[in-house]
């Protein structure tokens, strides 16, 4: 569920094109918590480069990201 949220937030911030969107003008900065609940190695390592890729595109747009990472304990089984 998560994996999906990085998807969107990712596919909504291209990072070849460090553009002005008409959604960002005016916005000086962005706050943004990211849930880490993934179970497995392989799905958290997509999520952690979705957060940087997505950290480096806002950062090239100057809008001061500060981004939170809570990372939580998952049951398996």
């Known amino acids: ?5 990085f998807i969107v937030v990712l596919s909504c ?3 070849a094109l460090a553009e002005e969107y008409n ?8 706050n943004a918590m990211f849930d ?5 190695l392989q ?3 997509v999520a952690l ?3 940087h890729d997505t950290y480096k595109e806002l950062a090239a747009m100057k809008k001061k990201p500060v981004f939170v990472v809570v990372f939580m304990g998952v049951r398996s089984g």
């Not at 569920?1 to 949220?5: D, G, H, K, P």
């Open 1 to 5: 569920m998560c994996l999906a949220a």
């Open 13 to 15: 911030l291209s990072c």
């Open 23 to 30: 959604a960002m003008k005016g916005v000086k900065s962005v």
């Open 36 to 40: 880490m609940r993934v179970a497995n």
């Open 43 to 45: 799905s958290a390592i």
């Open 49 to 51: 480069n979705l957060i």
